[in-house]
């Protein structure tokens, strides 16, 4: 098991509520995507990156874990993309993607359909990938557009 998913693991028993649970892996990807993107080799010297997802490419300017400023709020990202960091964020993600389809990722879901049939997803764990592969979905547009 890796690094990422051993955190996330230890996080469930701890938490007596769902709500807290949910408040504790927010919490969790938010500081593993964030912390990634700070060690991430694969920048510009303008500190971008670019990404290659199955819906095409994308530029990530910057990523900053922004913390929850209050019982009622869950930890996020904000994510700038095309260039560095320059006005408000293109995103801010709450409990951030970790996982990217991979046929043969080590991650494994499998999902009971209404029809009984379960559906087996296979994932890696790539905090950074994730979050590309989520802006390139929805085309790169930021969440006001």
């Known amino acids: 098991m890796s690094e990422i998913r051993e955190r996330f693991k230890h996080l469930l028993p701890e938490s007596a509520t769902p709500a807290e649970t949910l408040k504790a892996m927010a919490q969790a990807k938010a500081e593993v995507v964030s912390s990634e993107w700070e060690d ?14 199955r819906q095409g490419e994308v530029a990530i300017g910057e990523i900053r874990h922004r913390p929850a400023e209050g019982d009622k709020e869950l930890d996020s990202v ?10 408000p964020p293109a995103w801010r993600l709450i409990n951030p993607p970790t996982l990217v389809p991979d046929p043969t990722g080590e991650v494994v879901l499998a999902d009971e359909g209404p029809d009984g049939r379960t559906t087996i997803r296979r994932y890696r764990e790539d905090p950074l990938g994730a979050v ?11 969440e006001g557009a």
């Open 40 to 53: 991430f080799p694969g920048k510009n010297l303008e500190g971008t990156a670019s990404f290659s997802t």
């Open 78 to 87: 904000e994510v700038w993309v095309g260039g560095p960091a320059a006005g």
């Open 132 to 142: 590309a592969e989520f802006i390139a979905t929805n085309q790169g547009r930021s």
